[in-house]
Nanobody, 115 residues
Framework: QVQLVESGGGVVQPGGSLRLSCVAS????????MAWYRQAPGKQRELVAQ???????NYEDSVKGRFTISRDGAANTVYLQMNSLKPEDTAVYYC?????????WGQGTQVTVSS
């Protein structure tokens, strides 16, 4: 089993920045991909960014150039640096990890972008 715990959410003004962190614990050996998803009220959960164990990244179009995903393998931590935040980025952000054939989710952290 893998446990994922997110932190770093909060309220920020448009144009501001936040950094989300997700720490993985438990059976972390063999985690292949880690990612951030988000779900806004009334909308489906969507992939924001993902990173493989080799460092390959992929981003949803609306966050390209503004968000950066990174991974500290030794610390079993994945980060999401979010810059130039917009009101439409408001959502609950979830950490996700894939290990062997299993997928794991964190509990989510709220990000609110509002003036």
């Amino acid at each position: 089993q893998v446990q994922l715990v997110e932190s770093g959410g909060g309220v920020v003004q448009p144009g501001g920045s936040l950094r989300l962190s997700c720490v993985a614990s438990g059976s972390t050996f063999g985690i292949a991909v880690m990612a951030w998803y988000r779900q806004a009220p009334g909308k489906q959960r969507e992939l924001v960014a993902q990173i493989t164990s080799g460092g390959t990244t992929n981003y949803e179009d609306s966050v390209k150039g503004r968000f950066t995903i990174s991974r500290d393998g030794a610390a079993n931590t994945v980060y999401l640096q979010m810059n130039s935040l917009k009101p439409e980025d408001t959502a609950v952000y979830y950490c996700w990890a894939n290990r062997l054939t299993q997928m794991y989710w964190g509990q989510g952290t709220q990000v609110t972008v509002s003036s």
